[in-house]
């Protein structure tokens, strides 16, 4: 028979997800982990419900970033004007997954533990930057965003660990973020590729940092460095855009599958990191 | 439009629906709604095999679950010869549509029901499913239709051999027919053209997509005597293929329609209600059936997908002299692809002296088809109106001016042999040229197609009463479940005739117990069939209220008429003081010879054919291959618009089923035969999002043969749409692909190769 | 009240003959290939019972499996529809639809 | 077997039910409670069939467990029409024929109720992508969202 427990603080959480022998699933917002039990692509002896947890619920500013809880909900997320001010990027891409109705309970933290390659709301996470703090029963510890899923449906989250929160670093004064995915509907896919890029301006109009990520081109969300690179140094000009594109592409290592091709995967996500990167280079150079 | 210069009182008016409270409250009861006490569940048993023998099912240790309350078996059904009988209305050979039901030695499908189980709950009968041992031996499978037609194809059926070809072939093969239809000399006509195109389309099978899954509740007396509540296109369907599945007097089976979450032709037929007939048989306790949304896309019945050859010859002022098509529609498990109003309808469009059809109608492993909006003529449409539309561009003519100029017209001959009767196909074209969205400026890939579509629209066997209470008020009532509105179609007919307020009248869909045989819910016929039934009884409760009038009055009945729902003396239809309204005389019934009640019970011969132009503007992202609609008019001949409202709203959803055929929809399958796509996550149905709003404009050329001029509506507004939308794409990217879906890999891949 | 529609009753006149038109597979199946056939008869029953004499079997045949055109209406199941002295009747598959 | 003893408020109206785990809000709604309204088109979330509200929250009840709304406020379709009175969305569907078969009709009124409260004058594009999640086979949608604009400017007067 299959449990359920509604912890309220971490160390409960830890301790039932700790238990030997027993295989209990965290439930943030469910809609990935309900489906998957229902259809069988996975198995459950407990349900470890953790948005009763205050801390996984709450987005508060620290060290002019952003904490977030792993089960805040898409839609909390949208309603943060601060965040979506400092980080446009990252609520674009949590706001993309699934609908408005799904919306009010996907979480960012549900989101990356599900271990899709194509999650919506990973590669801006990792182009900007983001730090999760995982607990268990070892404690808590930080890791960068793009070390936790390892393959499709894979973590790097040890038994009995699970996501407590994300960090957003302080944008930088000139910086912007953008995330666009390709989905063959305007919505209700599983993005057939995804890319988001985070970049910054020093004063007179030139790259001084960037970072790429691509999503559903690989087995799991890119850091493509090479194509942050491509942008450095340059005033994000067409050639700078192309050359990056070109890196973007050169890293996809695509599948064709039910929802797309290795040669569509692969050209697009050179077309959406350019679009991309105009949109966040727009938002770098609007900002005061 | 609304009712301006309608010389009708109710008919053409946009009233509200008399079941339409209960619908946006919740209160309406669907498939799935209904519960009986002492009500169990039960589940079906689907092969994981695309094509495999049974050689044994071992049900001993799910029996054995505590909670299982029966399980059924193919040896639980009687074992049906095979041969085509006369269905309702269409042949139908129910060997097949058993061995659909629950498999009888082989399952033809992934998905195909090879047991069922009725248990105290969900996760017992899940269980039980579980335990139940069926040892399959694999075959080798066969999925797409051009595969299927290989002489080393691997065969479905032992005992298929291909009707319509003489001499007939010795061996069996998946062809289950072919059927050709000849006009004038083809050879002859290709001769005298002067232009000719020819070209290859392929179409991927769809389905039809109602959110509601397949539902059911039966209940089985000590005494054998069934009563079954489901939602489908015909109760009176449900009965006869119960009955005739299971051996059962037609008699001995009671089926009350529940209100119908969508069908759109695939709620013609049964999947369930024979097994949970025989489940609750068996435990003696009332059995709900509900499939999930992953049962309908894997064992109910899309449509066919297909493979078309198309030629066309022309003059080069446009005229067609000459037009060849051979198509092989794929029919799922069983025989019964729509090949043959594929062929039918291909042409159907044009005066063309000398065309000639060809179809094949072929099996594969995959879910048996089953009907869906104007069966057979999408596919046919799609290849033909794409063709007319590169010979347009060859020919450096306007499309609509090409199609003008071959427009049929009233005595064109059809290539399936008759003369078109009083049709408004021109009109249509009329409209449309003369509509400000094909005028209006389009920009850099943007793209404008446009398309034309038919289909003949059916009548057949339909039963009404209208029942006059004391009060005046009236029941109408009659047995097709209401799919779209049609209870206020029905209320609006019933009303003009008997000349009382809409609001007076109630309609209900009754139970095949309770009103006369009546067939599907389908073909574009109710309003035109049943309407014409509605409007023969309400005439008989005239005749009957003037009859009455005529005791009051010690009158003969001619000296009475009927208007506005009063009946006035012939001579002297000033005199007020000698008026009777419909209300007085029902008060009166009694004394002049007791209730008054109307019926009609028809045969409908004579349903108006139906044509429609569509204009479609699309975008397309040269980057991503991505095409969105931006704009999209719809101008169908509708005869008249009992109820304009929801006449549009068949136009609407027709167009927008197509457009969804046309860029994403299909079936993916992998190499072992499974479905990869059986939900709405990746079976892509257009969400409200990726639609703009879609224009209509109704003609009205009355159907001679109706009352009040209905043409069907439903089936038509899907047929222009794969080439309009196919057609702008083409215009837009400057390429043109002819395999749908039109997805964006697809037309990336042709935009960057071209 | 509404009239019936017209053209639902009533025979014709007699001069000339109606002409049955049939698909030529339904024609090499069941009249030898013969296409085009004139029949003298007032309706469709007696229609159907003249090409069975002539085409033993043909009766059977179109029993159940097909719907009949008569001057361009089609009719699922005919039995005394009228036929006219210039009446043109074809034998057609059954349909039906979504 | 142990069942989850639930306390909730549907509608207004103070609600205590059991339940398995495995039960979804849309399974107790349905089969335990009678609240029929609520249809099931998916169990998987992409239809929209099954929308209810939770906690002034927008979601598939499908896709939530009945365990966890323990505490909370749920409202389904069956609380949209104030007793005997129609919503005004509820009354310009009818008067607009923004539906056939009436199977997505709850669960698209449910989402349009909650989008006016968010936003009383959304323009289609806002309409259109805020009922994405909502499926219709019948209509086509433009009725739909033509009668959530109507509704919306009655709603503002």
Known sequence: MLTYNKPTTVDEAVALLKQPGTRRRVLAGGTDLLVQLRSGRLQAEGIVDIKRIPELQNIREENGGFRIGAAVAGAALGENAALRRMWPGVVEGANLIGSTQIQGRASLGGNLCNGSPAADGVPALIAAGVRCTIAGPGGRREVPVESVVVGPGKTSLAEGEFLVDFYLPAQAAKGGDAYLRFIPRTEMDIAVVGAAVNLVLDASGVCTAARVSLGAVAPRALLVEAAGKALVGTRVDDAALDAMAAAARAACAPINDKRGTIEFRTHVAGVLAKRAAKIALERARSRA | MGNEGNKFKWVGTRQVRPDGVDKVTGQATYGADFTLPGMITGKVLRSPHAHARIRSIDTSAAAALPGVRAIVTAADFPDLPSEVVAGGEAPVNYRHVSCNTIARDKVLYEGHAVAAVAATSTAIADEALALIKVDYEVLPHVIDVADAMRDDAPVLHDDLITSGVDPAPKKASNIASRTEFVLGDVAKGFGEAEVVIERKYTTQPVHQGYIEPHAVVASVAADGMATIWCSSQGQFMVREFCAKLLKLDDASIRVIPAEIGGGFGGKTTVYLEPLALVLSRKSGRPVRMVMTREEVFRASGPTSGGVLHVKLGAKHDGTLVAADIELAYQAGAFPGSPAIPGCMTAFACYDVPNARAVGYDVVSNRPKCAAYRAPGAPLSAFAVESAMDELALQLKMDPIELRLKNAAKEGTRALYGPKMPTIGFVETLEAAKAHPHYSAPLKPNQGRGVASGFWFNIGGQSSAAVHVNEDGTAVVVSGNPDIGGSRASMALMAAEVLGIDYNKVKPIVADTASVGYSFLTGGSRVTFATGKAVVDAANDVVSQLRARAAKLWKCDVEEVVWKDGVAYPAQGQTDTRTQLSLAEIAASAARTGGPISGKACINAGGAGPGFGTHICDVEVDPETGRSSVIRYTVVQDVGRAIHPSYCEGQLQGGAVQGIGWALNEEYLYDDKGRLLNPGFLDYRMPVASDMPMIDTVMVEVPNPTHPFGVRGVGEVPIVPPLAAVANAVARAADVRVNDLPISPPRLLSAILHK | MIPPPPGTGGGFPRHAMATVILQPAFARRLTGGVTNLDIDATDYQALVEQLDEQFPGFAEAVASHVAVAIDGQIYPNPLLEPIGPTSEVFFLPALEGG | ?157
Not at chain 4, 50 to 58: A, I
């Open chain 4, 1 to 157: 077997m142990s069942k989850h003893h639930v306390s909730t408020v549907i509608n207004g109206e103070p609600i205590e039910f059991l339940c398995e785990t495995q039960q979804t809000l849309l399974d107790v709604l349905r089969d335990e409670l009678g609240f029929t309204g609520s249809k099931e088109g998916c169990g998987s979330g992409d239809c929209g069939a099954c929308s209810v509200m939770v906690d002034d929250r927008l979601v598939c009840s499908c896709l939530v467990l009945g365990a966890e709304v323990d505490g909370c406020r749920v409202e389904t379709i069956e609380g949209v029409a104030a007793g005997g009175n129609l919503h005004p969305l509820q009354q310009v569907f009818l008067n607009e024929a923004a539906l056939q078969c009436g199977i997505c009709t709850p669960g698209i009124i449910v989402a349009a109720k909650a989008l006016l409260e968010k936003n009383p004058d959304p323009n289609e594009e806002e309409i259109r992508f805020w009922l994405a999640g909502n499926l219709c086979r019948c209509t086509g949608y433009d009725k739909i969202v033509k009668a959530v604009q109507q509704a919306a400017a009655i709603m503002r007067s």
